[in-house]
């Protein structure tokens, strides 16, 4: 008899706590990254289609919440419970700049142009820092009506979106006025909230409900009851036609956007998922989980035998709330210079590192290398 077949993500180790925040980089010449959030302190990049681990950002002295990278992935940026915002350079892991706050930072987001990072927290307050002046005062605005959980930009920077942690609903804030131009009605608390990569749709999560918003008319296009407490959800961006979404139960699954089937139930965490997110070019999915692991899914076509195995695993077809016409959105451009990295490569043949610094090359080392054995494989050097 044919076994069935399994899906085998590649397993990301590192982290030694949750991880709560993952994040893609659009695609650069040098291909694309992830960065990763954990409350071990220590956001961690890697290349973002083989999991590889680049190296680890190293200075917060608390829990890390949110972590994100620029445009052409040449900056990182960090939020953290130690009451800090911190700028890194993605290529030397050097610490840029670090913006001090008065309590905990939850959540960090770079402009479409670089220019700005926006941040939030608990003192309700949504920062807009000047990446060009890094000593000016940022702009602020105070009017966030409890802690803020997530933030993100849109409609080429001229939007803010926030949630909060106590309270339903997404905020969007003009950037000019600082008002609030909508809000996106929410029974639970919103604890995910992603703007798709055409910029057509806002993809949020609160309680068990995962909705789909047009970002331009701000209408409710779909929302979908999932099976369990869902924390995160992702749609994906090439076709849009598939959204991935974790939670409590620890099980990643994959659906229909336009009808709601199930077509993929992926075990293999040991804890709740916090975070899932696709990459730029849409062929796989990321999950951060309480078990300290980001697990790496190819996305792919569901065979019949996965189907059967699926339905034998509390496989579910989610309900249809609210189902509208479709609208036609917009794309919001991609603009910006691209600086091109320099990476040096050092083939590594059945060598164990330790945490050690590799000098003897010509190379200096990008960070501290992690515990690992690399067995013919490359380490990411800077010249």
């Given at each position: 008899?044919?076994?069935?077949?399994?899906?085998?993500?590649?397993?990301?180790?590192?982290?030694?706590?949750?991880?709560?925040?993952?994040?893609?980089?659009?695609?650069?010449?040098?291909?694309?990254?992830?960065?990763?959030?954990?409350?071990?302190?220590?956001?961690?990049?890697?290349?973002?289609?083989?999991?590889?681990?680049?190296?680890?950002?190293?200075?917060?002295?608390?829990?890390?919440?949110?972590?994100?990278?620029?445009?052409?992935?040449?900056?990182?940026?960090?939020?953290?419970?130690?009451?800090?915002?911190?700028?890194?350079?993605?290529?030397?892991?050097?610490?840029?700049?670090?913006?001090?706050?008065?309590?905990?930072?939850?959540?960090?987001?770079?402009?479409?142009?670089?220019?700005?990072?926006?941040?939030?927290?608990?003192?309700?307050?949504?920062?807009?820092?000047?990446?060009?002046?890094?000593?000016?005062?940022?702009?602020?605005?105070?009017?966030?009506?409890?802690?803020?959980?997530?933030?993100?930009?849109?409609?080429?920077?001229?939007?803010?979106?926030?949630?909060?942690?106590?309270?339903?609903?997404?905020?969007?804030?003009?950037?000019?006025?600082?008002?609030?131009?909508?809000?996106?009605?929410?029974?639970?608390?919103?604890?995910?909230?992603?703007?798709?990569?055409?910029?057509?749709?806002?993809?949020?999560?609160?309680?068990?409900s995962v909705k789909f918003w047009d970002a331009n008319?701000?209408?409710?296009?779909?929302?979908?009851?999932?099976?369990?407490?869902?924390e995160s959800a992702s749609l994906e961006p090439k076709?849009?036609?598939?959204?991935?979404?974790?939670?409590?139960?620890?099980?990643?699954?994959?659906?229909?956007?336009?009808?709601?089937?199930?077509?993929?139930?992926?075990?293999?965490?040991?804890?709740?998922?916090?975070?899932?997110?696709?990459?730029?070019?849409?062929?796989?999915?990321?999950?951060?989980?309480?078990?300290?692991?980001?697990?790496?899914?190819?996305?792919?076509?569901?065979?019949?035998?996965?189907?059967?195995?699926?339905?034998?695993?509390?496989?579910?077809?989610?309900?249809?709330?609210?189902?509208?016409?479709?609208?036609?959105?917009?794309?919001?451009?991609?603009?910006?210079?691209?600086?091109?990295?320099?990476?040096?490569?050092l083939l590594v043949d059945s060598l164990a590192v330790?945490?050690?610094?590799?000098?003897?090359?010509?190379?200096?080392?990008?960070?501290?290398?992690?515990?690992?054995?690399?067995?013919?494989?490359?380490?990411?050097?800077?010249?």
């Amino acid at each position: 008899m044919e076994k069935k077949k399994v899906a085998v993500p590649l397993v990301c180790h590192g982290h030694s706590r949750p991880v709560v925040d993952l994040f893609y980089s659009p695609v650069t010449p040098d291909g694309y990254f992830l960065i990763s959030a954990s409350k071990d302190s220590n956001p961690m990049l890697r290349n973002g289609e083989t999991g590889d681990w680049i190296g680890t950002f190293q200075g917060h002295k608390g829990a890390v919440w949110s972590a994100c990278l620029d445009t052409n992935a040449l900056r990182a940026a960090s939020g953290s419970a130690d009451f800090s915002a911190k700028i890194w350079d993605a290529l030397t892991g050097d610490v840029l700049h670090s913006f001090e706050h008065k309590h905990i930072v939850r959540a960090c987001a770079f402009s479409e142009d670089t220019h700005m990072l926006l941040t939030g927290g608990f003192e309700k307050i949504l920062r807009i820092y000047d990446l060009n002046r890094l000593d000016a005062a940022p702009s602020e605005i105070e009017k966030s009506p409890g802690s803020v959980r997530t933030v993100t930009w849109l409609h080429s920077d001229q939007t803010i979106l926030s949630s909060c942690t106590d309270m339903g609903g997404v905020r969007l804030w003009d950037v000019r006025s600082g008002k609030i131009v909508q809000t996106l009605e929410t029974k639970s608390p919103v604890t995910s909230a992603e703007v798709s990569q055409d910029g057509r749709f806002i993809t949020t999560t609160d309680g068990s409900s995962v909705k789909f918003w047009d970002a331009n008319h701000y209408g409710l296009v779909k929302s979908y009851n999932m099976p369990c407490a869902v924390e995160s959800a992702s749609l994906e961006p090439k076709y849009g036609n598939k959204f991935v979404t974790g939670g409590e139960d620890m099980w990643v699954r994959v659906f229909d956007f336009f009808t709601g089937e199930e077509l993929a139930c992926n075990k293999g965490h040991h804890g709740p998922v916090h975070c899932v997110r696709f990459t730029p070019v849409g062929e796989s999915y990321a999950s951060g989980s309480e078990d300290g692991t980001i697990r790496i899914w190819q996305l792919g076509p569901a065979s019949s035998e996965e189907q059967e195995a699926a339905n034998t695993n509390g496989k579910t077809k989610v309900g249809v709330n609210y189902i509208t016409c479709k609208i036609e959105g917009f794309h919001i451009p991609k603009d910006g210079q691209v600086t091109n990295r320099l990476w040096g490569w050092l083939l590594v043949d059945s060598l164990a590192v330790h945490g050690a610094y590799l000098l003897n090359y010509g190379f200096d080392v990008f960070m501290s290398l992690s515990p690992r054995l690399c067995n013919g494989s490359y380490i990411g050097l800077f010249d």
